[in-house]
């Protein structure tokens, strides 16, 4: 394997909430960073750059990912989809709409990471049990609402329905 | 009609919007990502600085080498304290009454670091990975000095933790003197304990951060922060950087959590304004998570040695106690080491009628980071100290919990009642909060359950705890709390001539949605649809204050929104009474119109009537005055209290010492609601951090007063699988001094929760006599109590 120096700049491949980006980066950057300051993506947050907190969680080829704890040259040839890409157009994603209807969010910071591990569980299993959403979000720390607004959001039936849609769809 | 003079006036208000479960205005901005918090703004040529943090507690800087880190390209420039000290003195904070030691913090340390974490150097380079790479090539030389790394070591003095602490000693208190000790001796029970509050941080999920911007041609100053205090933050930066006021402006963009740790002011907003003057290009500082946990203010440290004395029959005769606050090397400002301590003494005789007290507390200084507020900042470890002994003293008595706490609570024959802490308590609902909490509960069928699960040598309990809660904090609030401050803020609110309202406030929110319940109140105000409403906070451009702490903004946010409407209403009500040929005090104004009383068919739209204010002269009446904002101050006339309690039932499962929380149960009575939703949404944050802190959450020091817990591996937030479902009860009291009978609330999750959560342990531990006193409760101190008693 080639030694590649600190501050060498490689070529990254990778798409990002539907669109193509091709753009060279220093190998060291995180993929939360990346997304953040390459490609201007700032609505993945950074809580604690050590994996625990859960805030920059994205969907990385449809799984859920601690972007903190991958490199933006591990994008290449993956397909990453951030908070930004969840609405279509002017409309809010239904399971946005259901975290605002639930009052799921107060400071918002843990937000887009809960959203995309929320939206990895849904697509596997659209009815999940609260105890099952519990465990799931575990690795998403909010030190705001005390969760059980979340797990309401995240249960919620007009949610189920929507996603049911999709896996039919 | 408003008095201008009146800063306390109590404005009547109708309400419409206010008690709506309105969903959040803010909720899709941060949704969807587009949300701007401090890290996410990039200024064209921003640099970007990185700390350099003292490795020990407590050393001598000898020498420092930056050689090697000026080398590195893409620095720009390397600061020390001695840099820093050229263009400030630091941070002086006081308490103004008699003998408080002050202290001033440097900005940077330059030749001793009183606390690990302590800032030594500030790298400025092209990012902030290269900032941080030139911070591993300063070289420094140190002679360690011994440290004082506890209460204990900090009262014998032998060592000083910061030398302009004499014996240690920031602050000394006496808030109740009562002779006792008659009482004590000739008491048929008495219970006491030690209790040994853990140290812990607020652990915002968005760290600390700023980004400054000087421009040299007109002098302007313009410094991001995530602050809950801009404009208490600019009025020190002018102070403590000898920078004119009127040339800065402090901006809280989006905050990620503030919990009371982004309530101060800290020494890297200094050096970051610093910076960017003399570099002439922005500068950004994003504290990473470490830095957080060693140096963004560490809180709740306190011993509290207490005693209670009861009759045979359960009544409270009297309370000793005594708090030690470990409080760090410097006085964290505004607040200083007293907001744990000496502010907690100010409650410790809560909702509960003891006739005598005696209470003393002490702020004691330590090799550590500063002590700072954070929710429930001063009450929470005598809640639990207090709540405890009162269950202690029930189980001796063969009392319920729920029995004991009626017999002792104020009641509303009592008020005004003037508490042993001496507070006067004027509202508040305990006794139908205990009812409340009772029946929530379903005791009887818990004591069913804890009895049969103990035959299964299972460990159930049931905790509670009842507090009531100073909120609102104005002047004289302050003031009964022995914290002299004076404590305002200030709104404007305009209605714009095509009818839309527009409100300024120096409340900021980081999570509080404060855009949505301001608009509420001032919807209600002028009688407009809560979508006629833009709040506008968040710039010291706005109007003034002191910021958003200590439950405040619903309480001043209102009261000055109420009184600001209010001038702009007698105005509308003036042309339109023109308008209309009837006097102005028939005019009415609601459901977006402005009419004659009981006859919305003699009106015309409020866009009608803000058109002819400021377009029409010929329909305005002689000598009026066509402004149609307004701004006002309030503070309100006295300290609003607030109230409630909370229930926790938990298992302990005595093979691992893990504590499972069942179910919790929580009563609130703030007044009039704003907004419901947002009500329930503080209970349940606070509760959170109240598990977090009673179960998980420490701040750990070695014997050199190293800190051991730097990264959420080991200093432990709750996740989702440690908070349970809870259940919430609200009682409405209006207060009468605060318009439409609003009341603060957002802390009492953290200052009364976790007496309800330690209480419940030991309830299920009572029946192996086992106490704990010592906090967290993790699974290893209970583990290693359970292996201490015999079966």
């Known amino acids: ?169 | 009609m408003v008095n201008n003079v009146d800063k306390h006036e109590v404005v009547a208000i109708t309400k419409a919007a206010i008690g709506q479960s309105i969903a959040r205005k803010e909720d899709a901005t941060i949704l969807t990502g587009r949300s701007q918090y401090i890290a996410d703004i990039r200024l064209p040529g921003m640099l970007h600085a990185a700390f350099l943090r003292a490795p020990f507690a407590h050393a001598r800087i000898l020498n420092i080498d930056l050689s090697a880190a000026k080398d590195l390209p893409g620095v720009e420039l390397i600061w020390t304290g001695a840099d820093a000290a050229r263009y400030t003195a630091g941070i002086t904070a006081s308490l103004q009454v008699d003998n408080y030691c002050a202290t001033t913090q440097p900005a940077m340390a330059s030749d001793e670091v009183r606390y690990v974490g302590e800032t030594i150097a500030v790298v400025v380079a092209t990012s902030r990975r290269v900032a941080e790479d030139a911070l591993e090539l300063i070289d420094i030389d140190y002679d360690e000095l011994p440290t004082v790394n506890s209460i204990a070591q900090a009262v014998t003095a032998e060592n000083l933790a910061n030398n302009e602490v004499a014996n240690n000693v920031i602050y000394r208190d006496v808030r109740s003197a009562d002779d006792v000790d008659p009482t004590f001796a000739s008491a048929e029970k008495v219970v006491s304990g030690v209790f040994y509050n853990n140290r812990v941080s607020a652990s915002p999920i968005e760290t600390r951060g700023c980004v400054a911007r000087h421009e040299w041609t007109n002098g302007l100053l313009t410094l991001w922060s995530a602050t809950q205090m801009p404009g208490y933050l600019r009025t020190i930066l002018a102070m403590c950087l000898q920078i004119p006021e009127h040339t800065i402006e402090v901006i809280t963009p989006q905050v990620g959590g503030g919990f009371g740790q982004k309530a101060h002011v800290h020494p890297e907003e200094l050096i970051v304004c610093l910076l960017a003057r003399e570099l002439g290009m922005p500068v950004s500082w994003i504290e990473d998570r470490q830095e957080n946990l060693l140096a963004g203010t560490h809180a709740k440290h306190q011993i509290n040695d207490m005693a209670l004395a009861f009759s045979a029959d359960g009544k409270m005769l009297a309370m000793k106690n005594h708090a030690s606050t470990d409080a760090g090397a410097y006085n964290c400002l505004p607040w200083t080491a007293s907001v744990e301590g000496k502010v907690g003494t100010s409650a410790m005789t809560g909702v509960y009628k003891i006739p005598l007290a005696h209470l003393e507390s002490v702020e004691l200084a330590t090799s550590k980071c500063p002590i700072g507020a954070y929710r429930g900042v001063g009450w929470t470890a005598g809640q639990i100290a207090r709540e405890s002994l009162i269950d202690q003293a029930a189980r001796e008595l063969n009392l319920s919990p729920f029995a004991i706490r009626r017999t002792n609570v104020i009641q509303t024959s009592d008020f005004p009642y003037a508490s042993a802490s001496k507070i006067v308590i004027r509202e508040g609902s305990f006794l139908e909060t205990i009812d409340r909490l009772e029946s929530m509960v379903d005791y009887p069928s818990f004591k069913a359950r804890q009895t049969e699960a103990r035959a299964q040598g299972r460990y159930l309990g049931l905790g509670i705890s009842v507090f009531n809660e100073i909120t609102g904090f104005g002047t004289r609030a302050f003031s009964q709390i022995g914290t002299p401050i004076t404590s305002h803020d200030t709104a404007t609110v305009r209605v714009d001539p095509t009818g839309t309202v527009t409100v300024t406030t120096s409340f900021v929110a980081a999570g509080q949605g404060h855009s949505t319940t301001f608009a509420q109140v001032a919807a209600d105000a002028l009688g407009v649809p809560v979508d006629k409403v833009v709040v506008r906070a968040g710039s010291t451009a706005n109007t003034y204050g002191l910021g958003t702490f200590a439950s405040r903004a619903a309480v001043i946010g209102t009261g000055s929104i109420a009184r600001a409407a209010e001038m702009v209403r007698v105005k509308i009500r003036q042309i339109a009474g023109h308008m209309l040929e009837v006097s102005p005090l028939d005019i009415v104004l609601e459901n977006d119109r402005v009419h004659v009383s009981g006859v919305p068919d003699r009106g015309m739209s409020m866009a009608e009537v803000a058109g002819a204010i400021y377009f029409a002269e010929s329909t305005h009446p002689e000598n009026f005055d066509p402004t149609l904002e307004a701004t006002a101050t309030y503070d309100p006339g006295d300290a609003i209290l607030a109230n409630g309690g909370h229930a926790a039932i938990v298992e302990v499962d005595a093979d691992t010492g893990i504590v499972k929380i069942e179910k919790f149960f929580a009563v609130e009575d703030c007044g009039q609601m704003i907004n419901p939703m947002i009500v329930e949404g503080q209970i349940r944050g606070g509760i959170a951090q109240a598990i977090g802190s009673s179960l998980l959450e420490e701040l750990i020091h070695d014997e050199n007063s190293q800190l051991m817990t730097t990264t959420f591996m080991d200093y432990l937030l709750p996740s989702a699988c440690d908070v349970p479902e809870i259940e919430i009860a609200h009682l409405c009291t209006p207060s009468a001094l605060v318009p439409g009978g609003i009341k603060g609330m957002g802390e009492s999750g953290m200052i009364s929760a976790p007496a309800a959560v330690i209480g419940a342990v030991n309830d299920a531990l009572a029946c192996r006599e086992i106490f704990l006193t010592e906090y967290p409760l993790s699974p290893q101190r209970i583990f290693a109590a359970l292996n201490s008693v015999n079966e």
């Open chain 1, 1 to 169: 394997m080639k030694k590649t120096a600190v501050d060498e700049l490689l070529l990254v491949n990778t798409t990002v909430n539907g669109r193509a980006y091709s753009f060279a980066i220093e190998p060291r950057i995180s993929l939360a960073d990346t997304l953040r300051y390459e490609l201007g993506l700032t609505g993945t947050k950074v809580g604690c750059e050590h994996g625990v907190c859960g805030a920059c969680t994205v969907l990385v080829d449809g799984e859920p990912m601690r972007s903190c704890l991958m490199l933006g040259v591990q994008a290449e040839g993956r397909t990453i989809q951030t908070v930004e890409g969840l609405a279509s157009g002017l409309k809010l994603h239904p399971l946005q709409e259901s975290f605002k209807r639930h009052h799921a969010l107060q400071c918002g910071f843990c937000s887009a990471g809960m959203l995309a591990t929320a939206l990895a569980l849904l697509r596997d299993n659209p009815t999940p049990t609260r105890t099952e959403v519990r465990e799931i979000i575990s690795g998403n720390l909010c030190r705001c609402t005390g969760y059980e607004t979340i797990v309401d959001a995240i249960c919620d039936t007009q949610v189920a329905e929507f996603m049911r849609g999709e896996q039919r769809g």
